[in-house]
């Protein structure tokens, strides 16, 4: 198997010590600003033109060499989650309710690391574009740059992402062409019904019952409206009702949401919820009202995409260590816009089963595995080198 180059190797204290930092300060979506701070600070101490505020609080850096036309553009994720951490290690959150549960402090740490190597190198042609987002956890951060005309200012020809995954083993790489991540939907279902007293529910419309006959009812759309290979989760998470024990309420809120990988399989969820429901208030004699929100899109790879970033890390880890088909995640992750407006490639890192990177995605437990900054770092180099050769 090859070595980690060198200069990434040289490096593993720094990525460790930005990774720690932005670990025990964590920002949530769009008040990223001591983050980006510190993100544009690096990039001008690496000699890379910096441009902040791009979309609220991202930042983009813009590395050119030679005379090439071609440009890349690689993203690394900045926001934090509303989750108290649990951990007691010295570089634990710092800021009570919020913590880096998913990886983002490691994401970029390692496009810094990428940035450093890159600015003090000559042994590519064209234009790196450092794509440092903010807002990805509710998917509103990369809308923001782009509508902030981050691909006209920063025009690319591909771009890249890369996330952890605590159930891949350290240092594995996983890619597939076409859907990798899921899109995800929001729904919200309000049943008007009629309350009155425990005692005589033959005088009210009970907005419960009808709500339970929804929720049980739903579970039949993706088992008997869509078609067996059409993946998809339909998930009720929220049952919100104003309730006193002897009162029957006026009205009961559904919420929840659902996963799926096109347009055309989110438009028959869609389709069939408010039928099912209408259907069931209907019957019921109660109202309803029905709302359905589409918050991720879908992240597909386009193929070519693909093949490039799993033959370099083929060349980098080795074959037996990288799955380029990979099974598709029902999880969600905002690139997915990005990549409706450009050719590109997200791709996951082993961030190990065992050890501190075991802990699963949005736990109050979990942390980054330190030992894959420095992998993650050199394959943005070897990216780079291979897609802009001299």
């Known amino acids: 198997m090859p070595d980690i180059h060198p200069r990434a190797n040289d490096i593993h204290g720094e990525l460790v010590a930005w990774r720690h930092d932005f670990h025990q300060y964590p920002e949530l979506g769009f008040a990223e600003h001591r983050t980006a701070a510190r993100v544009a600070e690096l990039l001008r101490e690496f000699g890379v033109e910096v441009h902040e505020s791009v979309g609220g609080t991202g930042v983009v850096g813009v590395l050119k060499r030679g005379a090439g036309g071609k440009a890349i553009g690689l993203r690394a994720d900045m926001d934090a989650l509303s989750i108290t951490e649990e951990n007691t290690f010295a570089h634990a959150s710092r800021h009570p309710g919020t913590m880096h549960a998913c990886g983002h402090d490691g994401h970029t740490a390692m496009l810094l690391g990428a940035a450093k190597i890159l600015a003090a190198s000559h042994d590519y042609d064209g234009t790196v574009v450092l794509i440092f987002q903010p807002a990805e956890e509710h998917g509103r951060g990369a809308l923001a740059m782009m509508e902030d005309g981050l691909f006209e200012r920063f025009p690319v020809d591909a771009v890249y992402g890369i996330h952890n995954m605590p159930s891949l083993p350290t240092g594995h790489f996983a890619v597939r062409p076409g859907p990798i991540m899921a899109c995800e939907d929001n729904f919200e279902i309000t049943i008007r019904g009629k309350g009155g007293h425990a005692a005589l529910p033959h005088t ?5 019952v009808t709500a339970s006959e929804i929720v049980l009812a739903l579970q039949s759309v993706v088992s008997r409206t869509l078609g067996p290979t059409d993946n998809c989760v339909l998930s009720v998470t929220d049952f919100d009702v104003d309730a006193t024990r002897n009162v029957i309420p006026e009205t009961v809120v559904l919420r929840g949401d659902t996963r799926s990988f096109t347009p055309d399989v989110q438009s ?22 029905f709302t359905y929100s589409r918050e991720f899109a879908a992240t597909i790879n386009t193929a070519a995409e693909a093949r490039v970033a799993a033959d370099v890390a083929r060349r980098m880890v080795g074959a037996e260590k990288v799955d380029a088909a990979c099974a598709p ?35 109050p437990h979990y942390d980054f595995n330190d030992e894959i900054l420095t992998t993650g770092a050199e394959f943005w180099v070897r990216l780079v080198q291979d897609q802009l050769r001299p």
Do not use: W
């Open 204 to 208: 009210a419309v009970d907005p419960i």
């Open 329 to 363: 995640l029902m999880a969600s992750e905002d690139f997915g816009f990005m990549l409706q407006r450009k050719p590109g490639c997200y791709l996951l890192l082993g961030n190990g089963g065992d050890g501190p990177g075991g802990c699963g995605l949005h736990s």
């Open 268 to 289: 028959r969820i869609e389709e069939t919820m408010e039928r099912l429901a209408a259907g069931i208030c209907a019957a019921h004699g109660a109202g309803y009202d």
